[in-house]
Nanobody, 126 residues
Framework: EVQLQASGGGLVQAGGSLRLSCAVS????????IGWYRQAPGKEREAVSV????????RYADSVKGRFAISADNAKNTVYLQMNSLKPEDTAVYYC???????????????????WGKGTLVTVSS
């Protein structure tokens, strides 16, 4: 059974850093497209960062480029999102996700993925 759950959220001052983790079971992150998405109150879900199986490089939302970094530890079967220089507009519930298909990063940015974990709340104060 595919299971994912994000953790590591919390309250951070603007300019601070935070690292989110996503524990994975039921599959290996090395064999799946993986990504982080977020949803702020009253707003639509948006993709933050994705690594597709068709392109091993990471894709980032313009709003987080240069500040966030996605990574995976295959031995621990865990996905991470390092967030630096946090801004109040980064405040949202963050979700990790995975997909077994071979779609492009553009596809996953638009339509999301098949498997979703429980989110973790990140609050950035000004």
């Amino acid at each position: 059974e595919v299971q994912l759950q994000a953790s590591g959220g919390g309250l951070v001052q603007a300019g601070g850093s935070l690292r989110l983790s996503c524990a994975v079971s039921g599959f290996t992150v090395d064999g799946y497209a993986i990504g982080w998405y977020r949803q702020a109150p009253g707003k639509e879900r948006e993709a933050v960062s994705v690594i597709s199986r068709s392109d091993g490089s990471a894709r980032y939302a313009d709003s987080v480029k240069g500040r966030f970094a996605i990574s995976a530890d295959n031995a621990k079967n865990t996905v991470y999102l390092q967030m630096n220089s946090l801004k109040p507009e980064d405040t949202a519930v963050y979700y990790c996700a995975a997909d077994q298909r071979y779609f492009s990063g553009s596809y996953y940015f638009t339509y999301g993925m098949d498997f979703w974990g429980k989110g973790t709340l990140v609050t950035v104060s000004s």
